[in-house]
C-alpha cells in the first residue's frame, strides 16, 4: 500500500486531478493519502472533496489524513513513497503583489512572472529555501520517495532540490501535453482526439520553452503547412481589433522566426525573450495582444470565485472525476506496477541534450517504470533554440545559486542577466529594484550577504 503525500493540499481542484487519477489505478486505490498544508480552513476543503471522491470511485479504499502546518510537516512526510508538491509560498498576497508592483515602479511591465524575469527570480528565492527544508525531512524519514514537483519557477525549484538535496525528483507541467492540441485550436485545424490521436511529435527543451521538434502523421512532416496557415493568420490578426485577434499569436511568430513551435502559451514567452514587452513601443502591447498584469487578475478572480465554486462541489453528493491529463498519477503507477509509461518529465540533463550544459534542468521525454523516471537521449536542439533556451537558462542556473549559497550578488546577475529585464533597464536601476524586491520580501527570504 503506497503513501503519496500531498504538499499544498489547499489547492483543491489540483488537488483533486491528481488523488483522483490516483483512485483510478487499481494499484492506488489502496494508498495513504497524506494531506499537508499550512491553511488550516483550505486544508479542511480538500479533505472533504477527496473523501466525497473516495467514497463515489473509490469505495472508501483509501486512507485519507490531514496535516496542518510545519510542526506535523515530518510526520506528513514520513515513510512517503511520492511526495506531490504544489505549495504556493507567500501566496497571492503580499509576494504576488511584490513581484509585479515594485518593478513597474521601474518601469519594468510582466505578464505572469512565475517562472522566468524578475518574478520568477523572487518566486524561486521564497521557495527553494521551504522546498530544501521539507526535501531534508525526506532524506531522513522517506529516503526512497519520489518528489513529483509542481510548483513553479519549474526549472529553478527542481534544479534546487536535485543539487540541494538528495531526493529523487522529476518535474511536471501539462504544456507537453497540451501542445499540439493548442496549436490546432489556434489555427483553426481539427483538434479532436479522434485526430490528435494520430498525430507523432517530439519535444524537447526547457520547461516553458520547449520545442515542437517534429509533428507528422502517418509519416508526412506537417510543419510546412502548419507555417504557411500561422503566417496568414498572424498577418490577418496583427491589423485586426482586439476582440477579434488570437491570444497566441506570440508563440506563432516565434515559429516563423525561429523555426519551431514553443510549448508555452503567449502571455508566458511574452516575458521570456527582450523582443516583445518594451516601453518604448507601446503600440506592441495591442498589436501582439499581450495581457499585462494577467497572473494577478487571475488571482484575484480564482479568490473570488473559490468559495462559490466550494459550496457547488460540497453540495454535489454525487461528485465524480474523470481521469486528467496530469502526469503524477501515472508515474506512480508505473513506479508501483512496472508497467511502462512516457512522459514530458523536467529532469538534470546529464548529456541528454547536447548542446545544452550538464547541470540544467531540461525538460524532454522520459520512461517510467519501477526505476523510476528516466530521462532519454535527445542529442542537439536546433542551434537557434538551444540559443534562446540558454538565455533562461543563465538565469535559473544563477537563481539556483543564489538560494543554495546565499550570495545577494547572484541574485542581482541573475536580474542582469534576465532577456526581459535588460532590455527594458539600466544595470543600476536592475540592483536598486533587486534591492527593493528583496527588503519588501522581509523574512520571507533568508539573509543574503
Not at 500500500?1 to 489502496?30: Q, V
Not at 490521436?197 to 508526412?220: C, F, V, Y
Request: hydrophobic share 40%; glycine share 8%.
Amino acid at each position: 500500500m503506497p503513501k503519496i503525500t500531498f504538499m499544498g493540499a489547499g489547492s483543491t481542484i489540483f488537488a483533486r486531478n491528481i488523488i483522483g487519477d490516483c483512485m483510478c489505478f487499481e494499484a492506488l486505490k489502496d494508498a495513504e493519502i497524506a494531506l499537508y498544508d499550512i491553511d488550516a480552513g483550505r486544508l479542511q476543503e480538500s479533505e472533504y472533496i477527496l473523501g466525497v471522491l473516495n467514497k463515489n470511485i473509490n469505495d472508501n479504499r483509501a486512507k485519507i489524513k490531514t496535516y496542518l502546518g510545519v510542526g506535523n510537516r515530518k510526520a506528513a512526510l514520513d515513510k512517503a513513497d511520492f511526495v506531490v508538491n504544489a505549495i504556493q509560498v507567500g501566496g497571492y498576497e503580499p509576494s504576488t503583489v511584490i513581484d509585479f508592483e515594485i518593478p513597474k515602479k521601474y518601469g519594468l511591465q510582466q505578464t505572469i512572472a512565475d517562472t522566468l524575469g524578475i518574478g520568477g527570480i523572487f518566486r524561486a528565492l521564497r521557495t527553494i529555501p521551504v522546498m530544501l527544508d521539507f526535501g531534508h525531512e525526506m532524506e531522513k524519514v522517506a529516503p526512497d520517495a519520489w518528489l513529483l514537483n509542481y510548483t513553479n519557477p519549474m526549472a529553478m525549484l527542481t534544479g534546487a532540490m536535485l543539487k540541494g538535496t538528495g531526493v529523487k525528483t522529476v518535474g511536471l507541467c501539462h504544456s507537453v501535453q497540451s501542445c499540439v492540441l493548442g496549436l490546432f485550436y489556434t489555427l483553426g485545424l481539427d483538434y479532436s482526439r479522434e485526430h490528435l490521436d494520430k498525430i507523432q511529435s517530439r519535444i524537447a527543451g526547457i520547461n516553458h520553452m520547449s520545442w515542437l521538434l517534429e509533428i507528422t502523421e502517418d509519416g508526412k512532416d506537417l510543419y510546412p503547412e502548419i507555417k504557411k496557415l500561422a503566417e496568414k493568420k498572424v498577418k490577418a490578426w496583427r491589423k485586426a481589433p482586439k476582440d477579434k485577434k488570437s491570444t497566441n499569436m506570440i508563440r506563432l511568430e516565434m515559429m516563423k522566426r525561429f523555426g519551431y513551435y514553443v510549448t508555452e502559451s503567449s502571455e508566458h514567452n511574452a516575458e521570456y525573450a527582450p523582443y516583445w514587452i518594451k516601453h518604448n513601443y507601446p503600440g506592441m502591447i495591442d498589436e501582439w495582444n499581450i495581457p499585462l498584469d494577467e497572473y494577478p487578475r487571475r488571482c484575484i478572480k480564482q479568490i473570488k470565485e473559490w468559495k462559490q465554486q466550494y459550496e457547488k462541489l460540497r453540495n454535489d453528493p454525487h461528485l465524480t472525476h474523470t481521469y486528467s491529463k496530469e502526469y503524477g498519477a501515472g508515474i506512480m503507477n508505473a513506479v508501483v506496477t512496472g508497467n511502462p509509461y512516457q512522459i514530458g518529465g523536467n529532469v538534470m540533463n546529464n548529456g541528454m541534450i547536447t548542446n545544452l550544459p550538464d547541470d540544467a534542468v531540461v525538460e524532454i521525454p522520459c520512461l517510467v517504470d519501477k526505476n523510476g523516471v528516466q530521462g532519454t537521449f535527445v542529442g542537439a536542439l536546433p542551434p537557434q533554440c538551444a540559443a534562446l533556451n540558454m538565455t533562461n537558462i543563465n538565469v535559473q542556473l544563477l537563481t539556483i545559486e543564489a538560494a543554495l549559497t546565499r550570495k545577494r550578488e547572484r541574485i542581482y546577475q541573475a536580474a542582469m542577466l534576465d532577456p526581459h529585464t535588460a532590455a527594458e533597464l539600466n544595470i543600476d536601476d536592475i540592483v536598486s529594484m533587486c534591492d527593493d524586491l528583496i527588503e519588501a520580501h522581509g523574512s520571507m527570504l533568508p539573509k543574503y550577504r
